[in-house]
């Protein structure tokens, strides 16, 4: 489970960091923290409501459980980048 979590991680960052600084004009980097971190917050959140956590049936087997995991997981992780990219251009933050 770790490792799915710093995966995950890593996907997120990725998309998020991947494409450049966030910009605003007139914010400083305090500024830009604290809205980053309400987004990063509002986007794992709401990931989270769109692709919970579950438990898979025993009785399809371990790979099958671990590739719904995965894909859940994979899912969770794109959503949530989305999410923060969707917050910070509402908070008017450009890259």
């Known amino acids: 489970m770790t490792r799915k979590i710093a995966w995950a991680l890593i996907v997120v960052a990725g998309c998020t ?41 025993p009785s399809l087997g371990a790979s099958a459980v671990a590739f719904s995991q995965q894909g859940d997981d994979n899912a969770r992780a794109v959503a949530e980048a989305s999410l923060f990219n969707g917050c910070m251009k509402g908070h008017g933050y450009t890259h």
């Open 17 to 57: 960091a991947g494409a450049g600084e966030w910009k605003k004009a007139g914010a400083d980097e305090t500024t830009i923290a604290h809205d980053s971190a309400e987004c990063r917050d509002s986007a794992h959140n709401g990931a989270l409501r769109r692709y919970p956590y579950r438990g898979s049936s």
